[in-house]
């Protein structure tokens, strides 16, 4: 549930800002299968991962964060 939750703000920050998985999974240096896992909520994000999504969005970790 909660890696749902992560995934459905990362996706929807990332379309925000403009960025296509292909280029956000590149500027993390992950692959496009691991982002779209997280975003699918089949994978849970780390607090590094959250941090460095965070900061390649230009948002804070608290605006990030599901409510």
Do not use: C, H, Y
């Not at 995934?7 to 800002?17: M, N, T, V, Y």
């Not at 280029?23 to 959250?50: H, M, T, W």
């Amino acid at each position: 549930m909660e890696a749902e939750k992560w995934g459905r703000r990362i996706r929807a920050f990332r379309k925000l800002k403009g960025f296509t998985q292909e280029s956000f999974a590149k500027d993390l240096g992950i692959s496009v299968s691991v982002l779209g896992e997280i975003e699918r909520g089949n994978r849970e994000p780390n607090q590094q991962f959250i941090e460095e999504v965070a900061k390649a969005l230009n948002v804070s970790v608290e605006e990030l964060t599901p409510r």
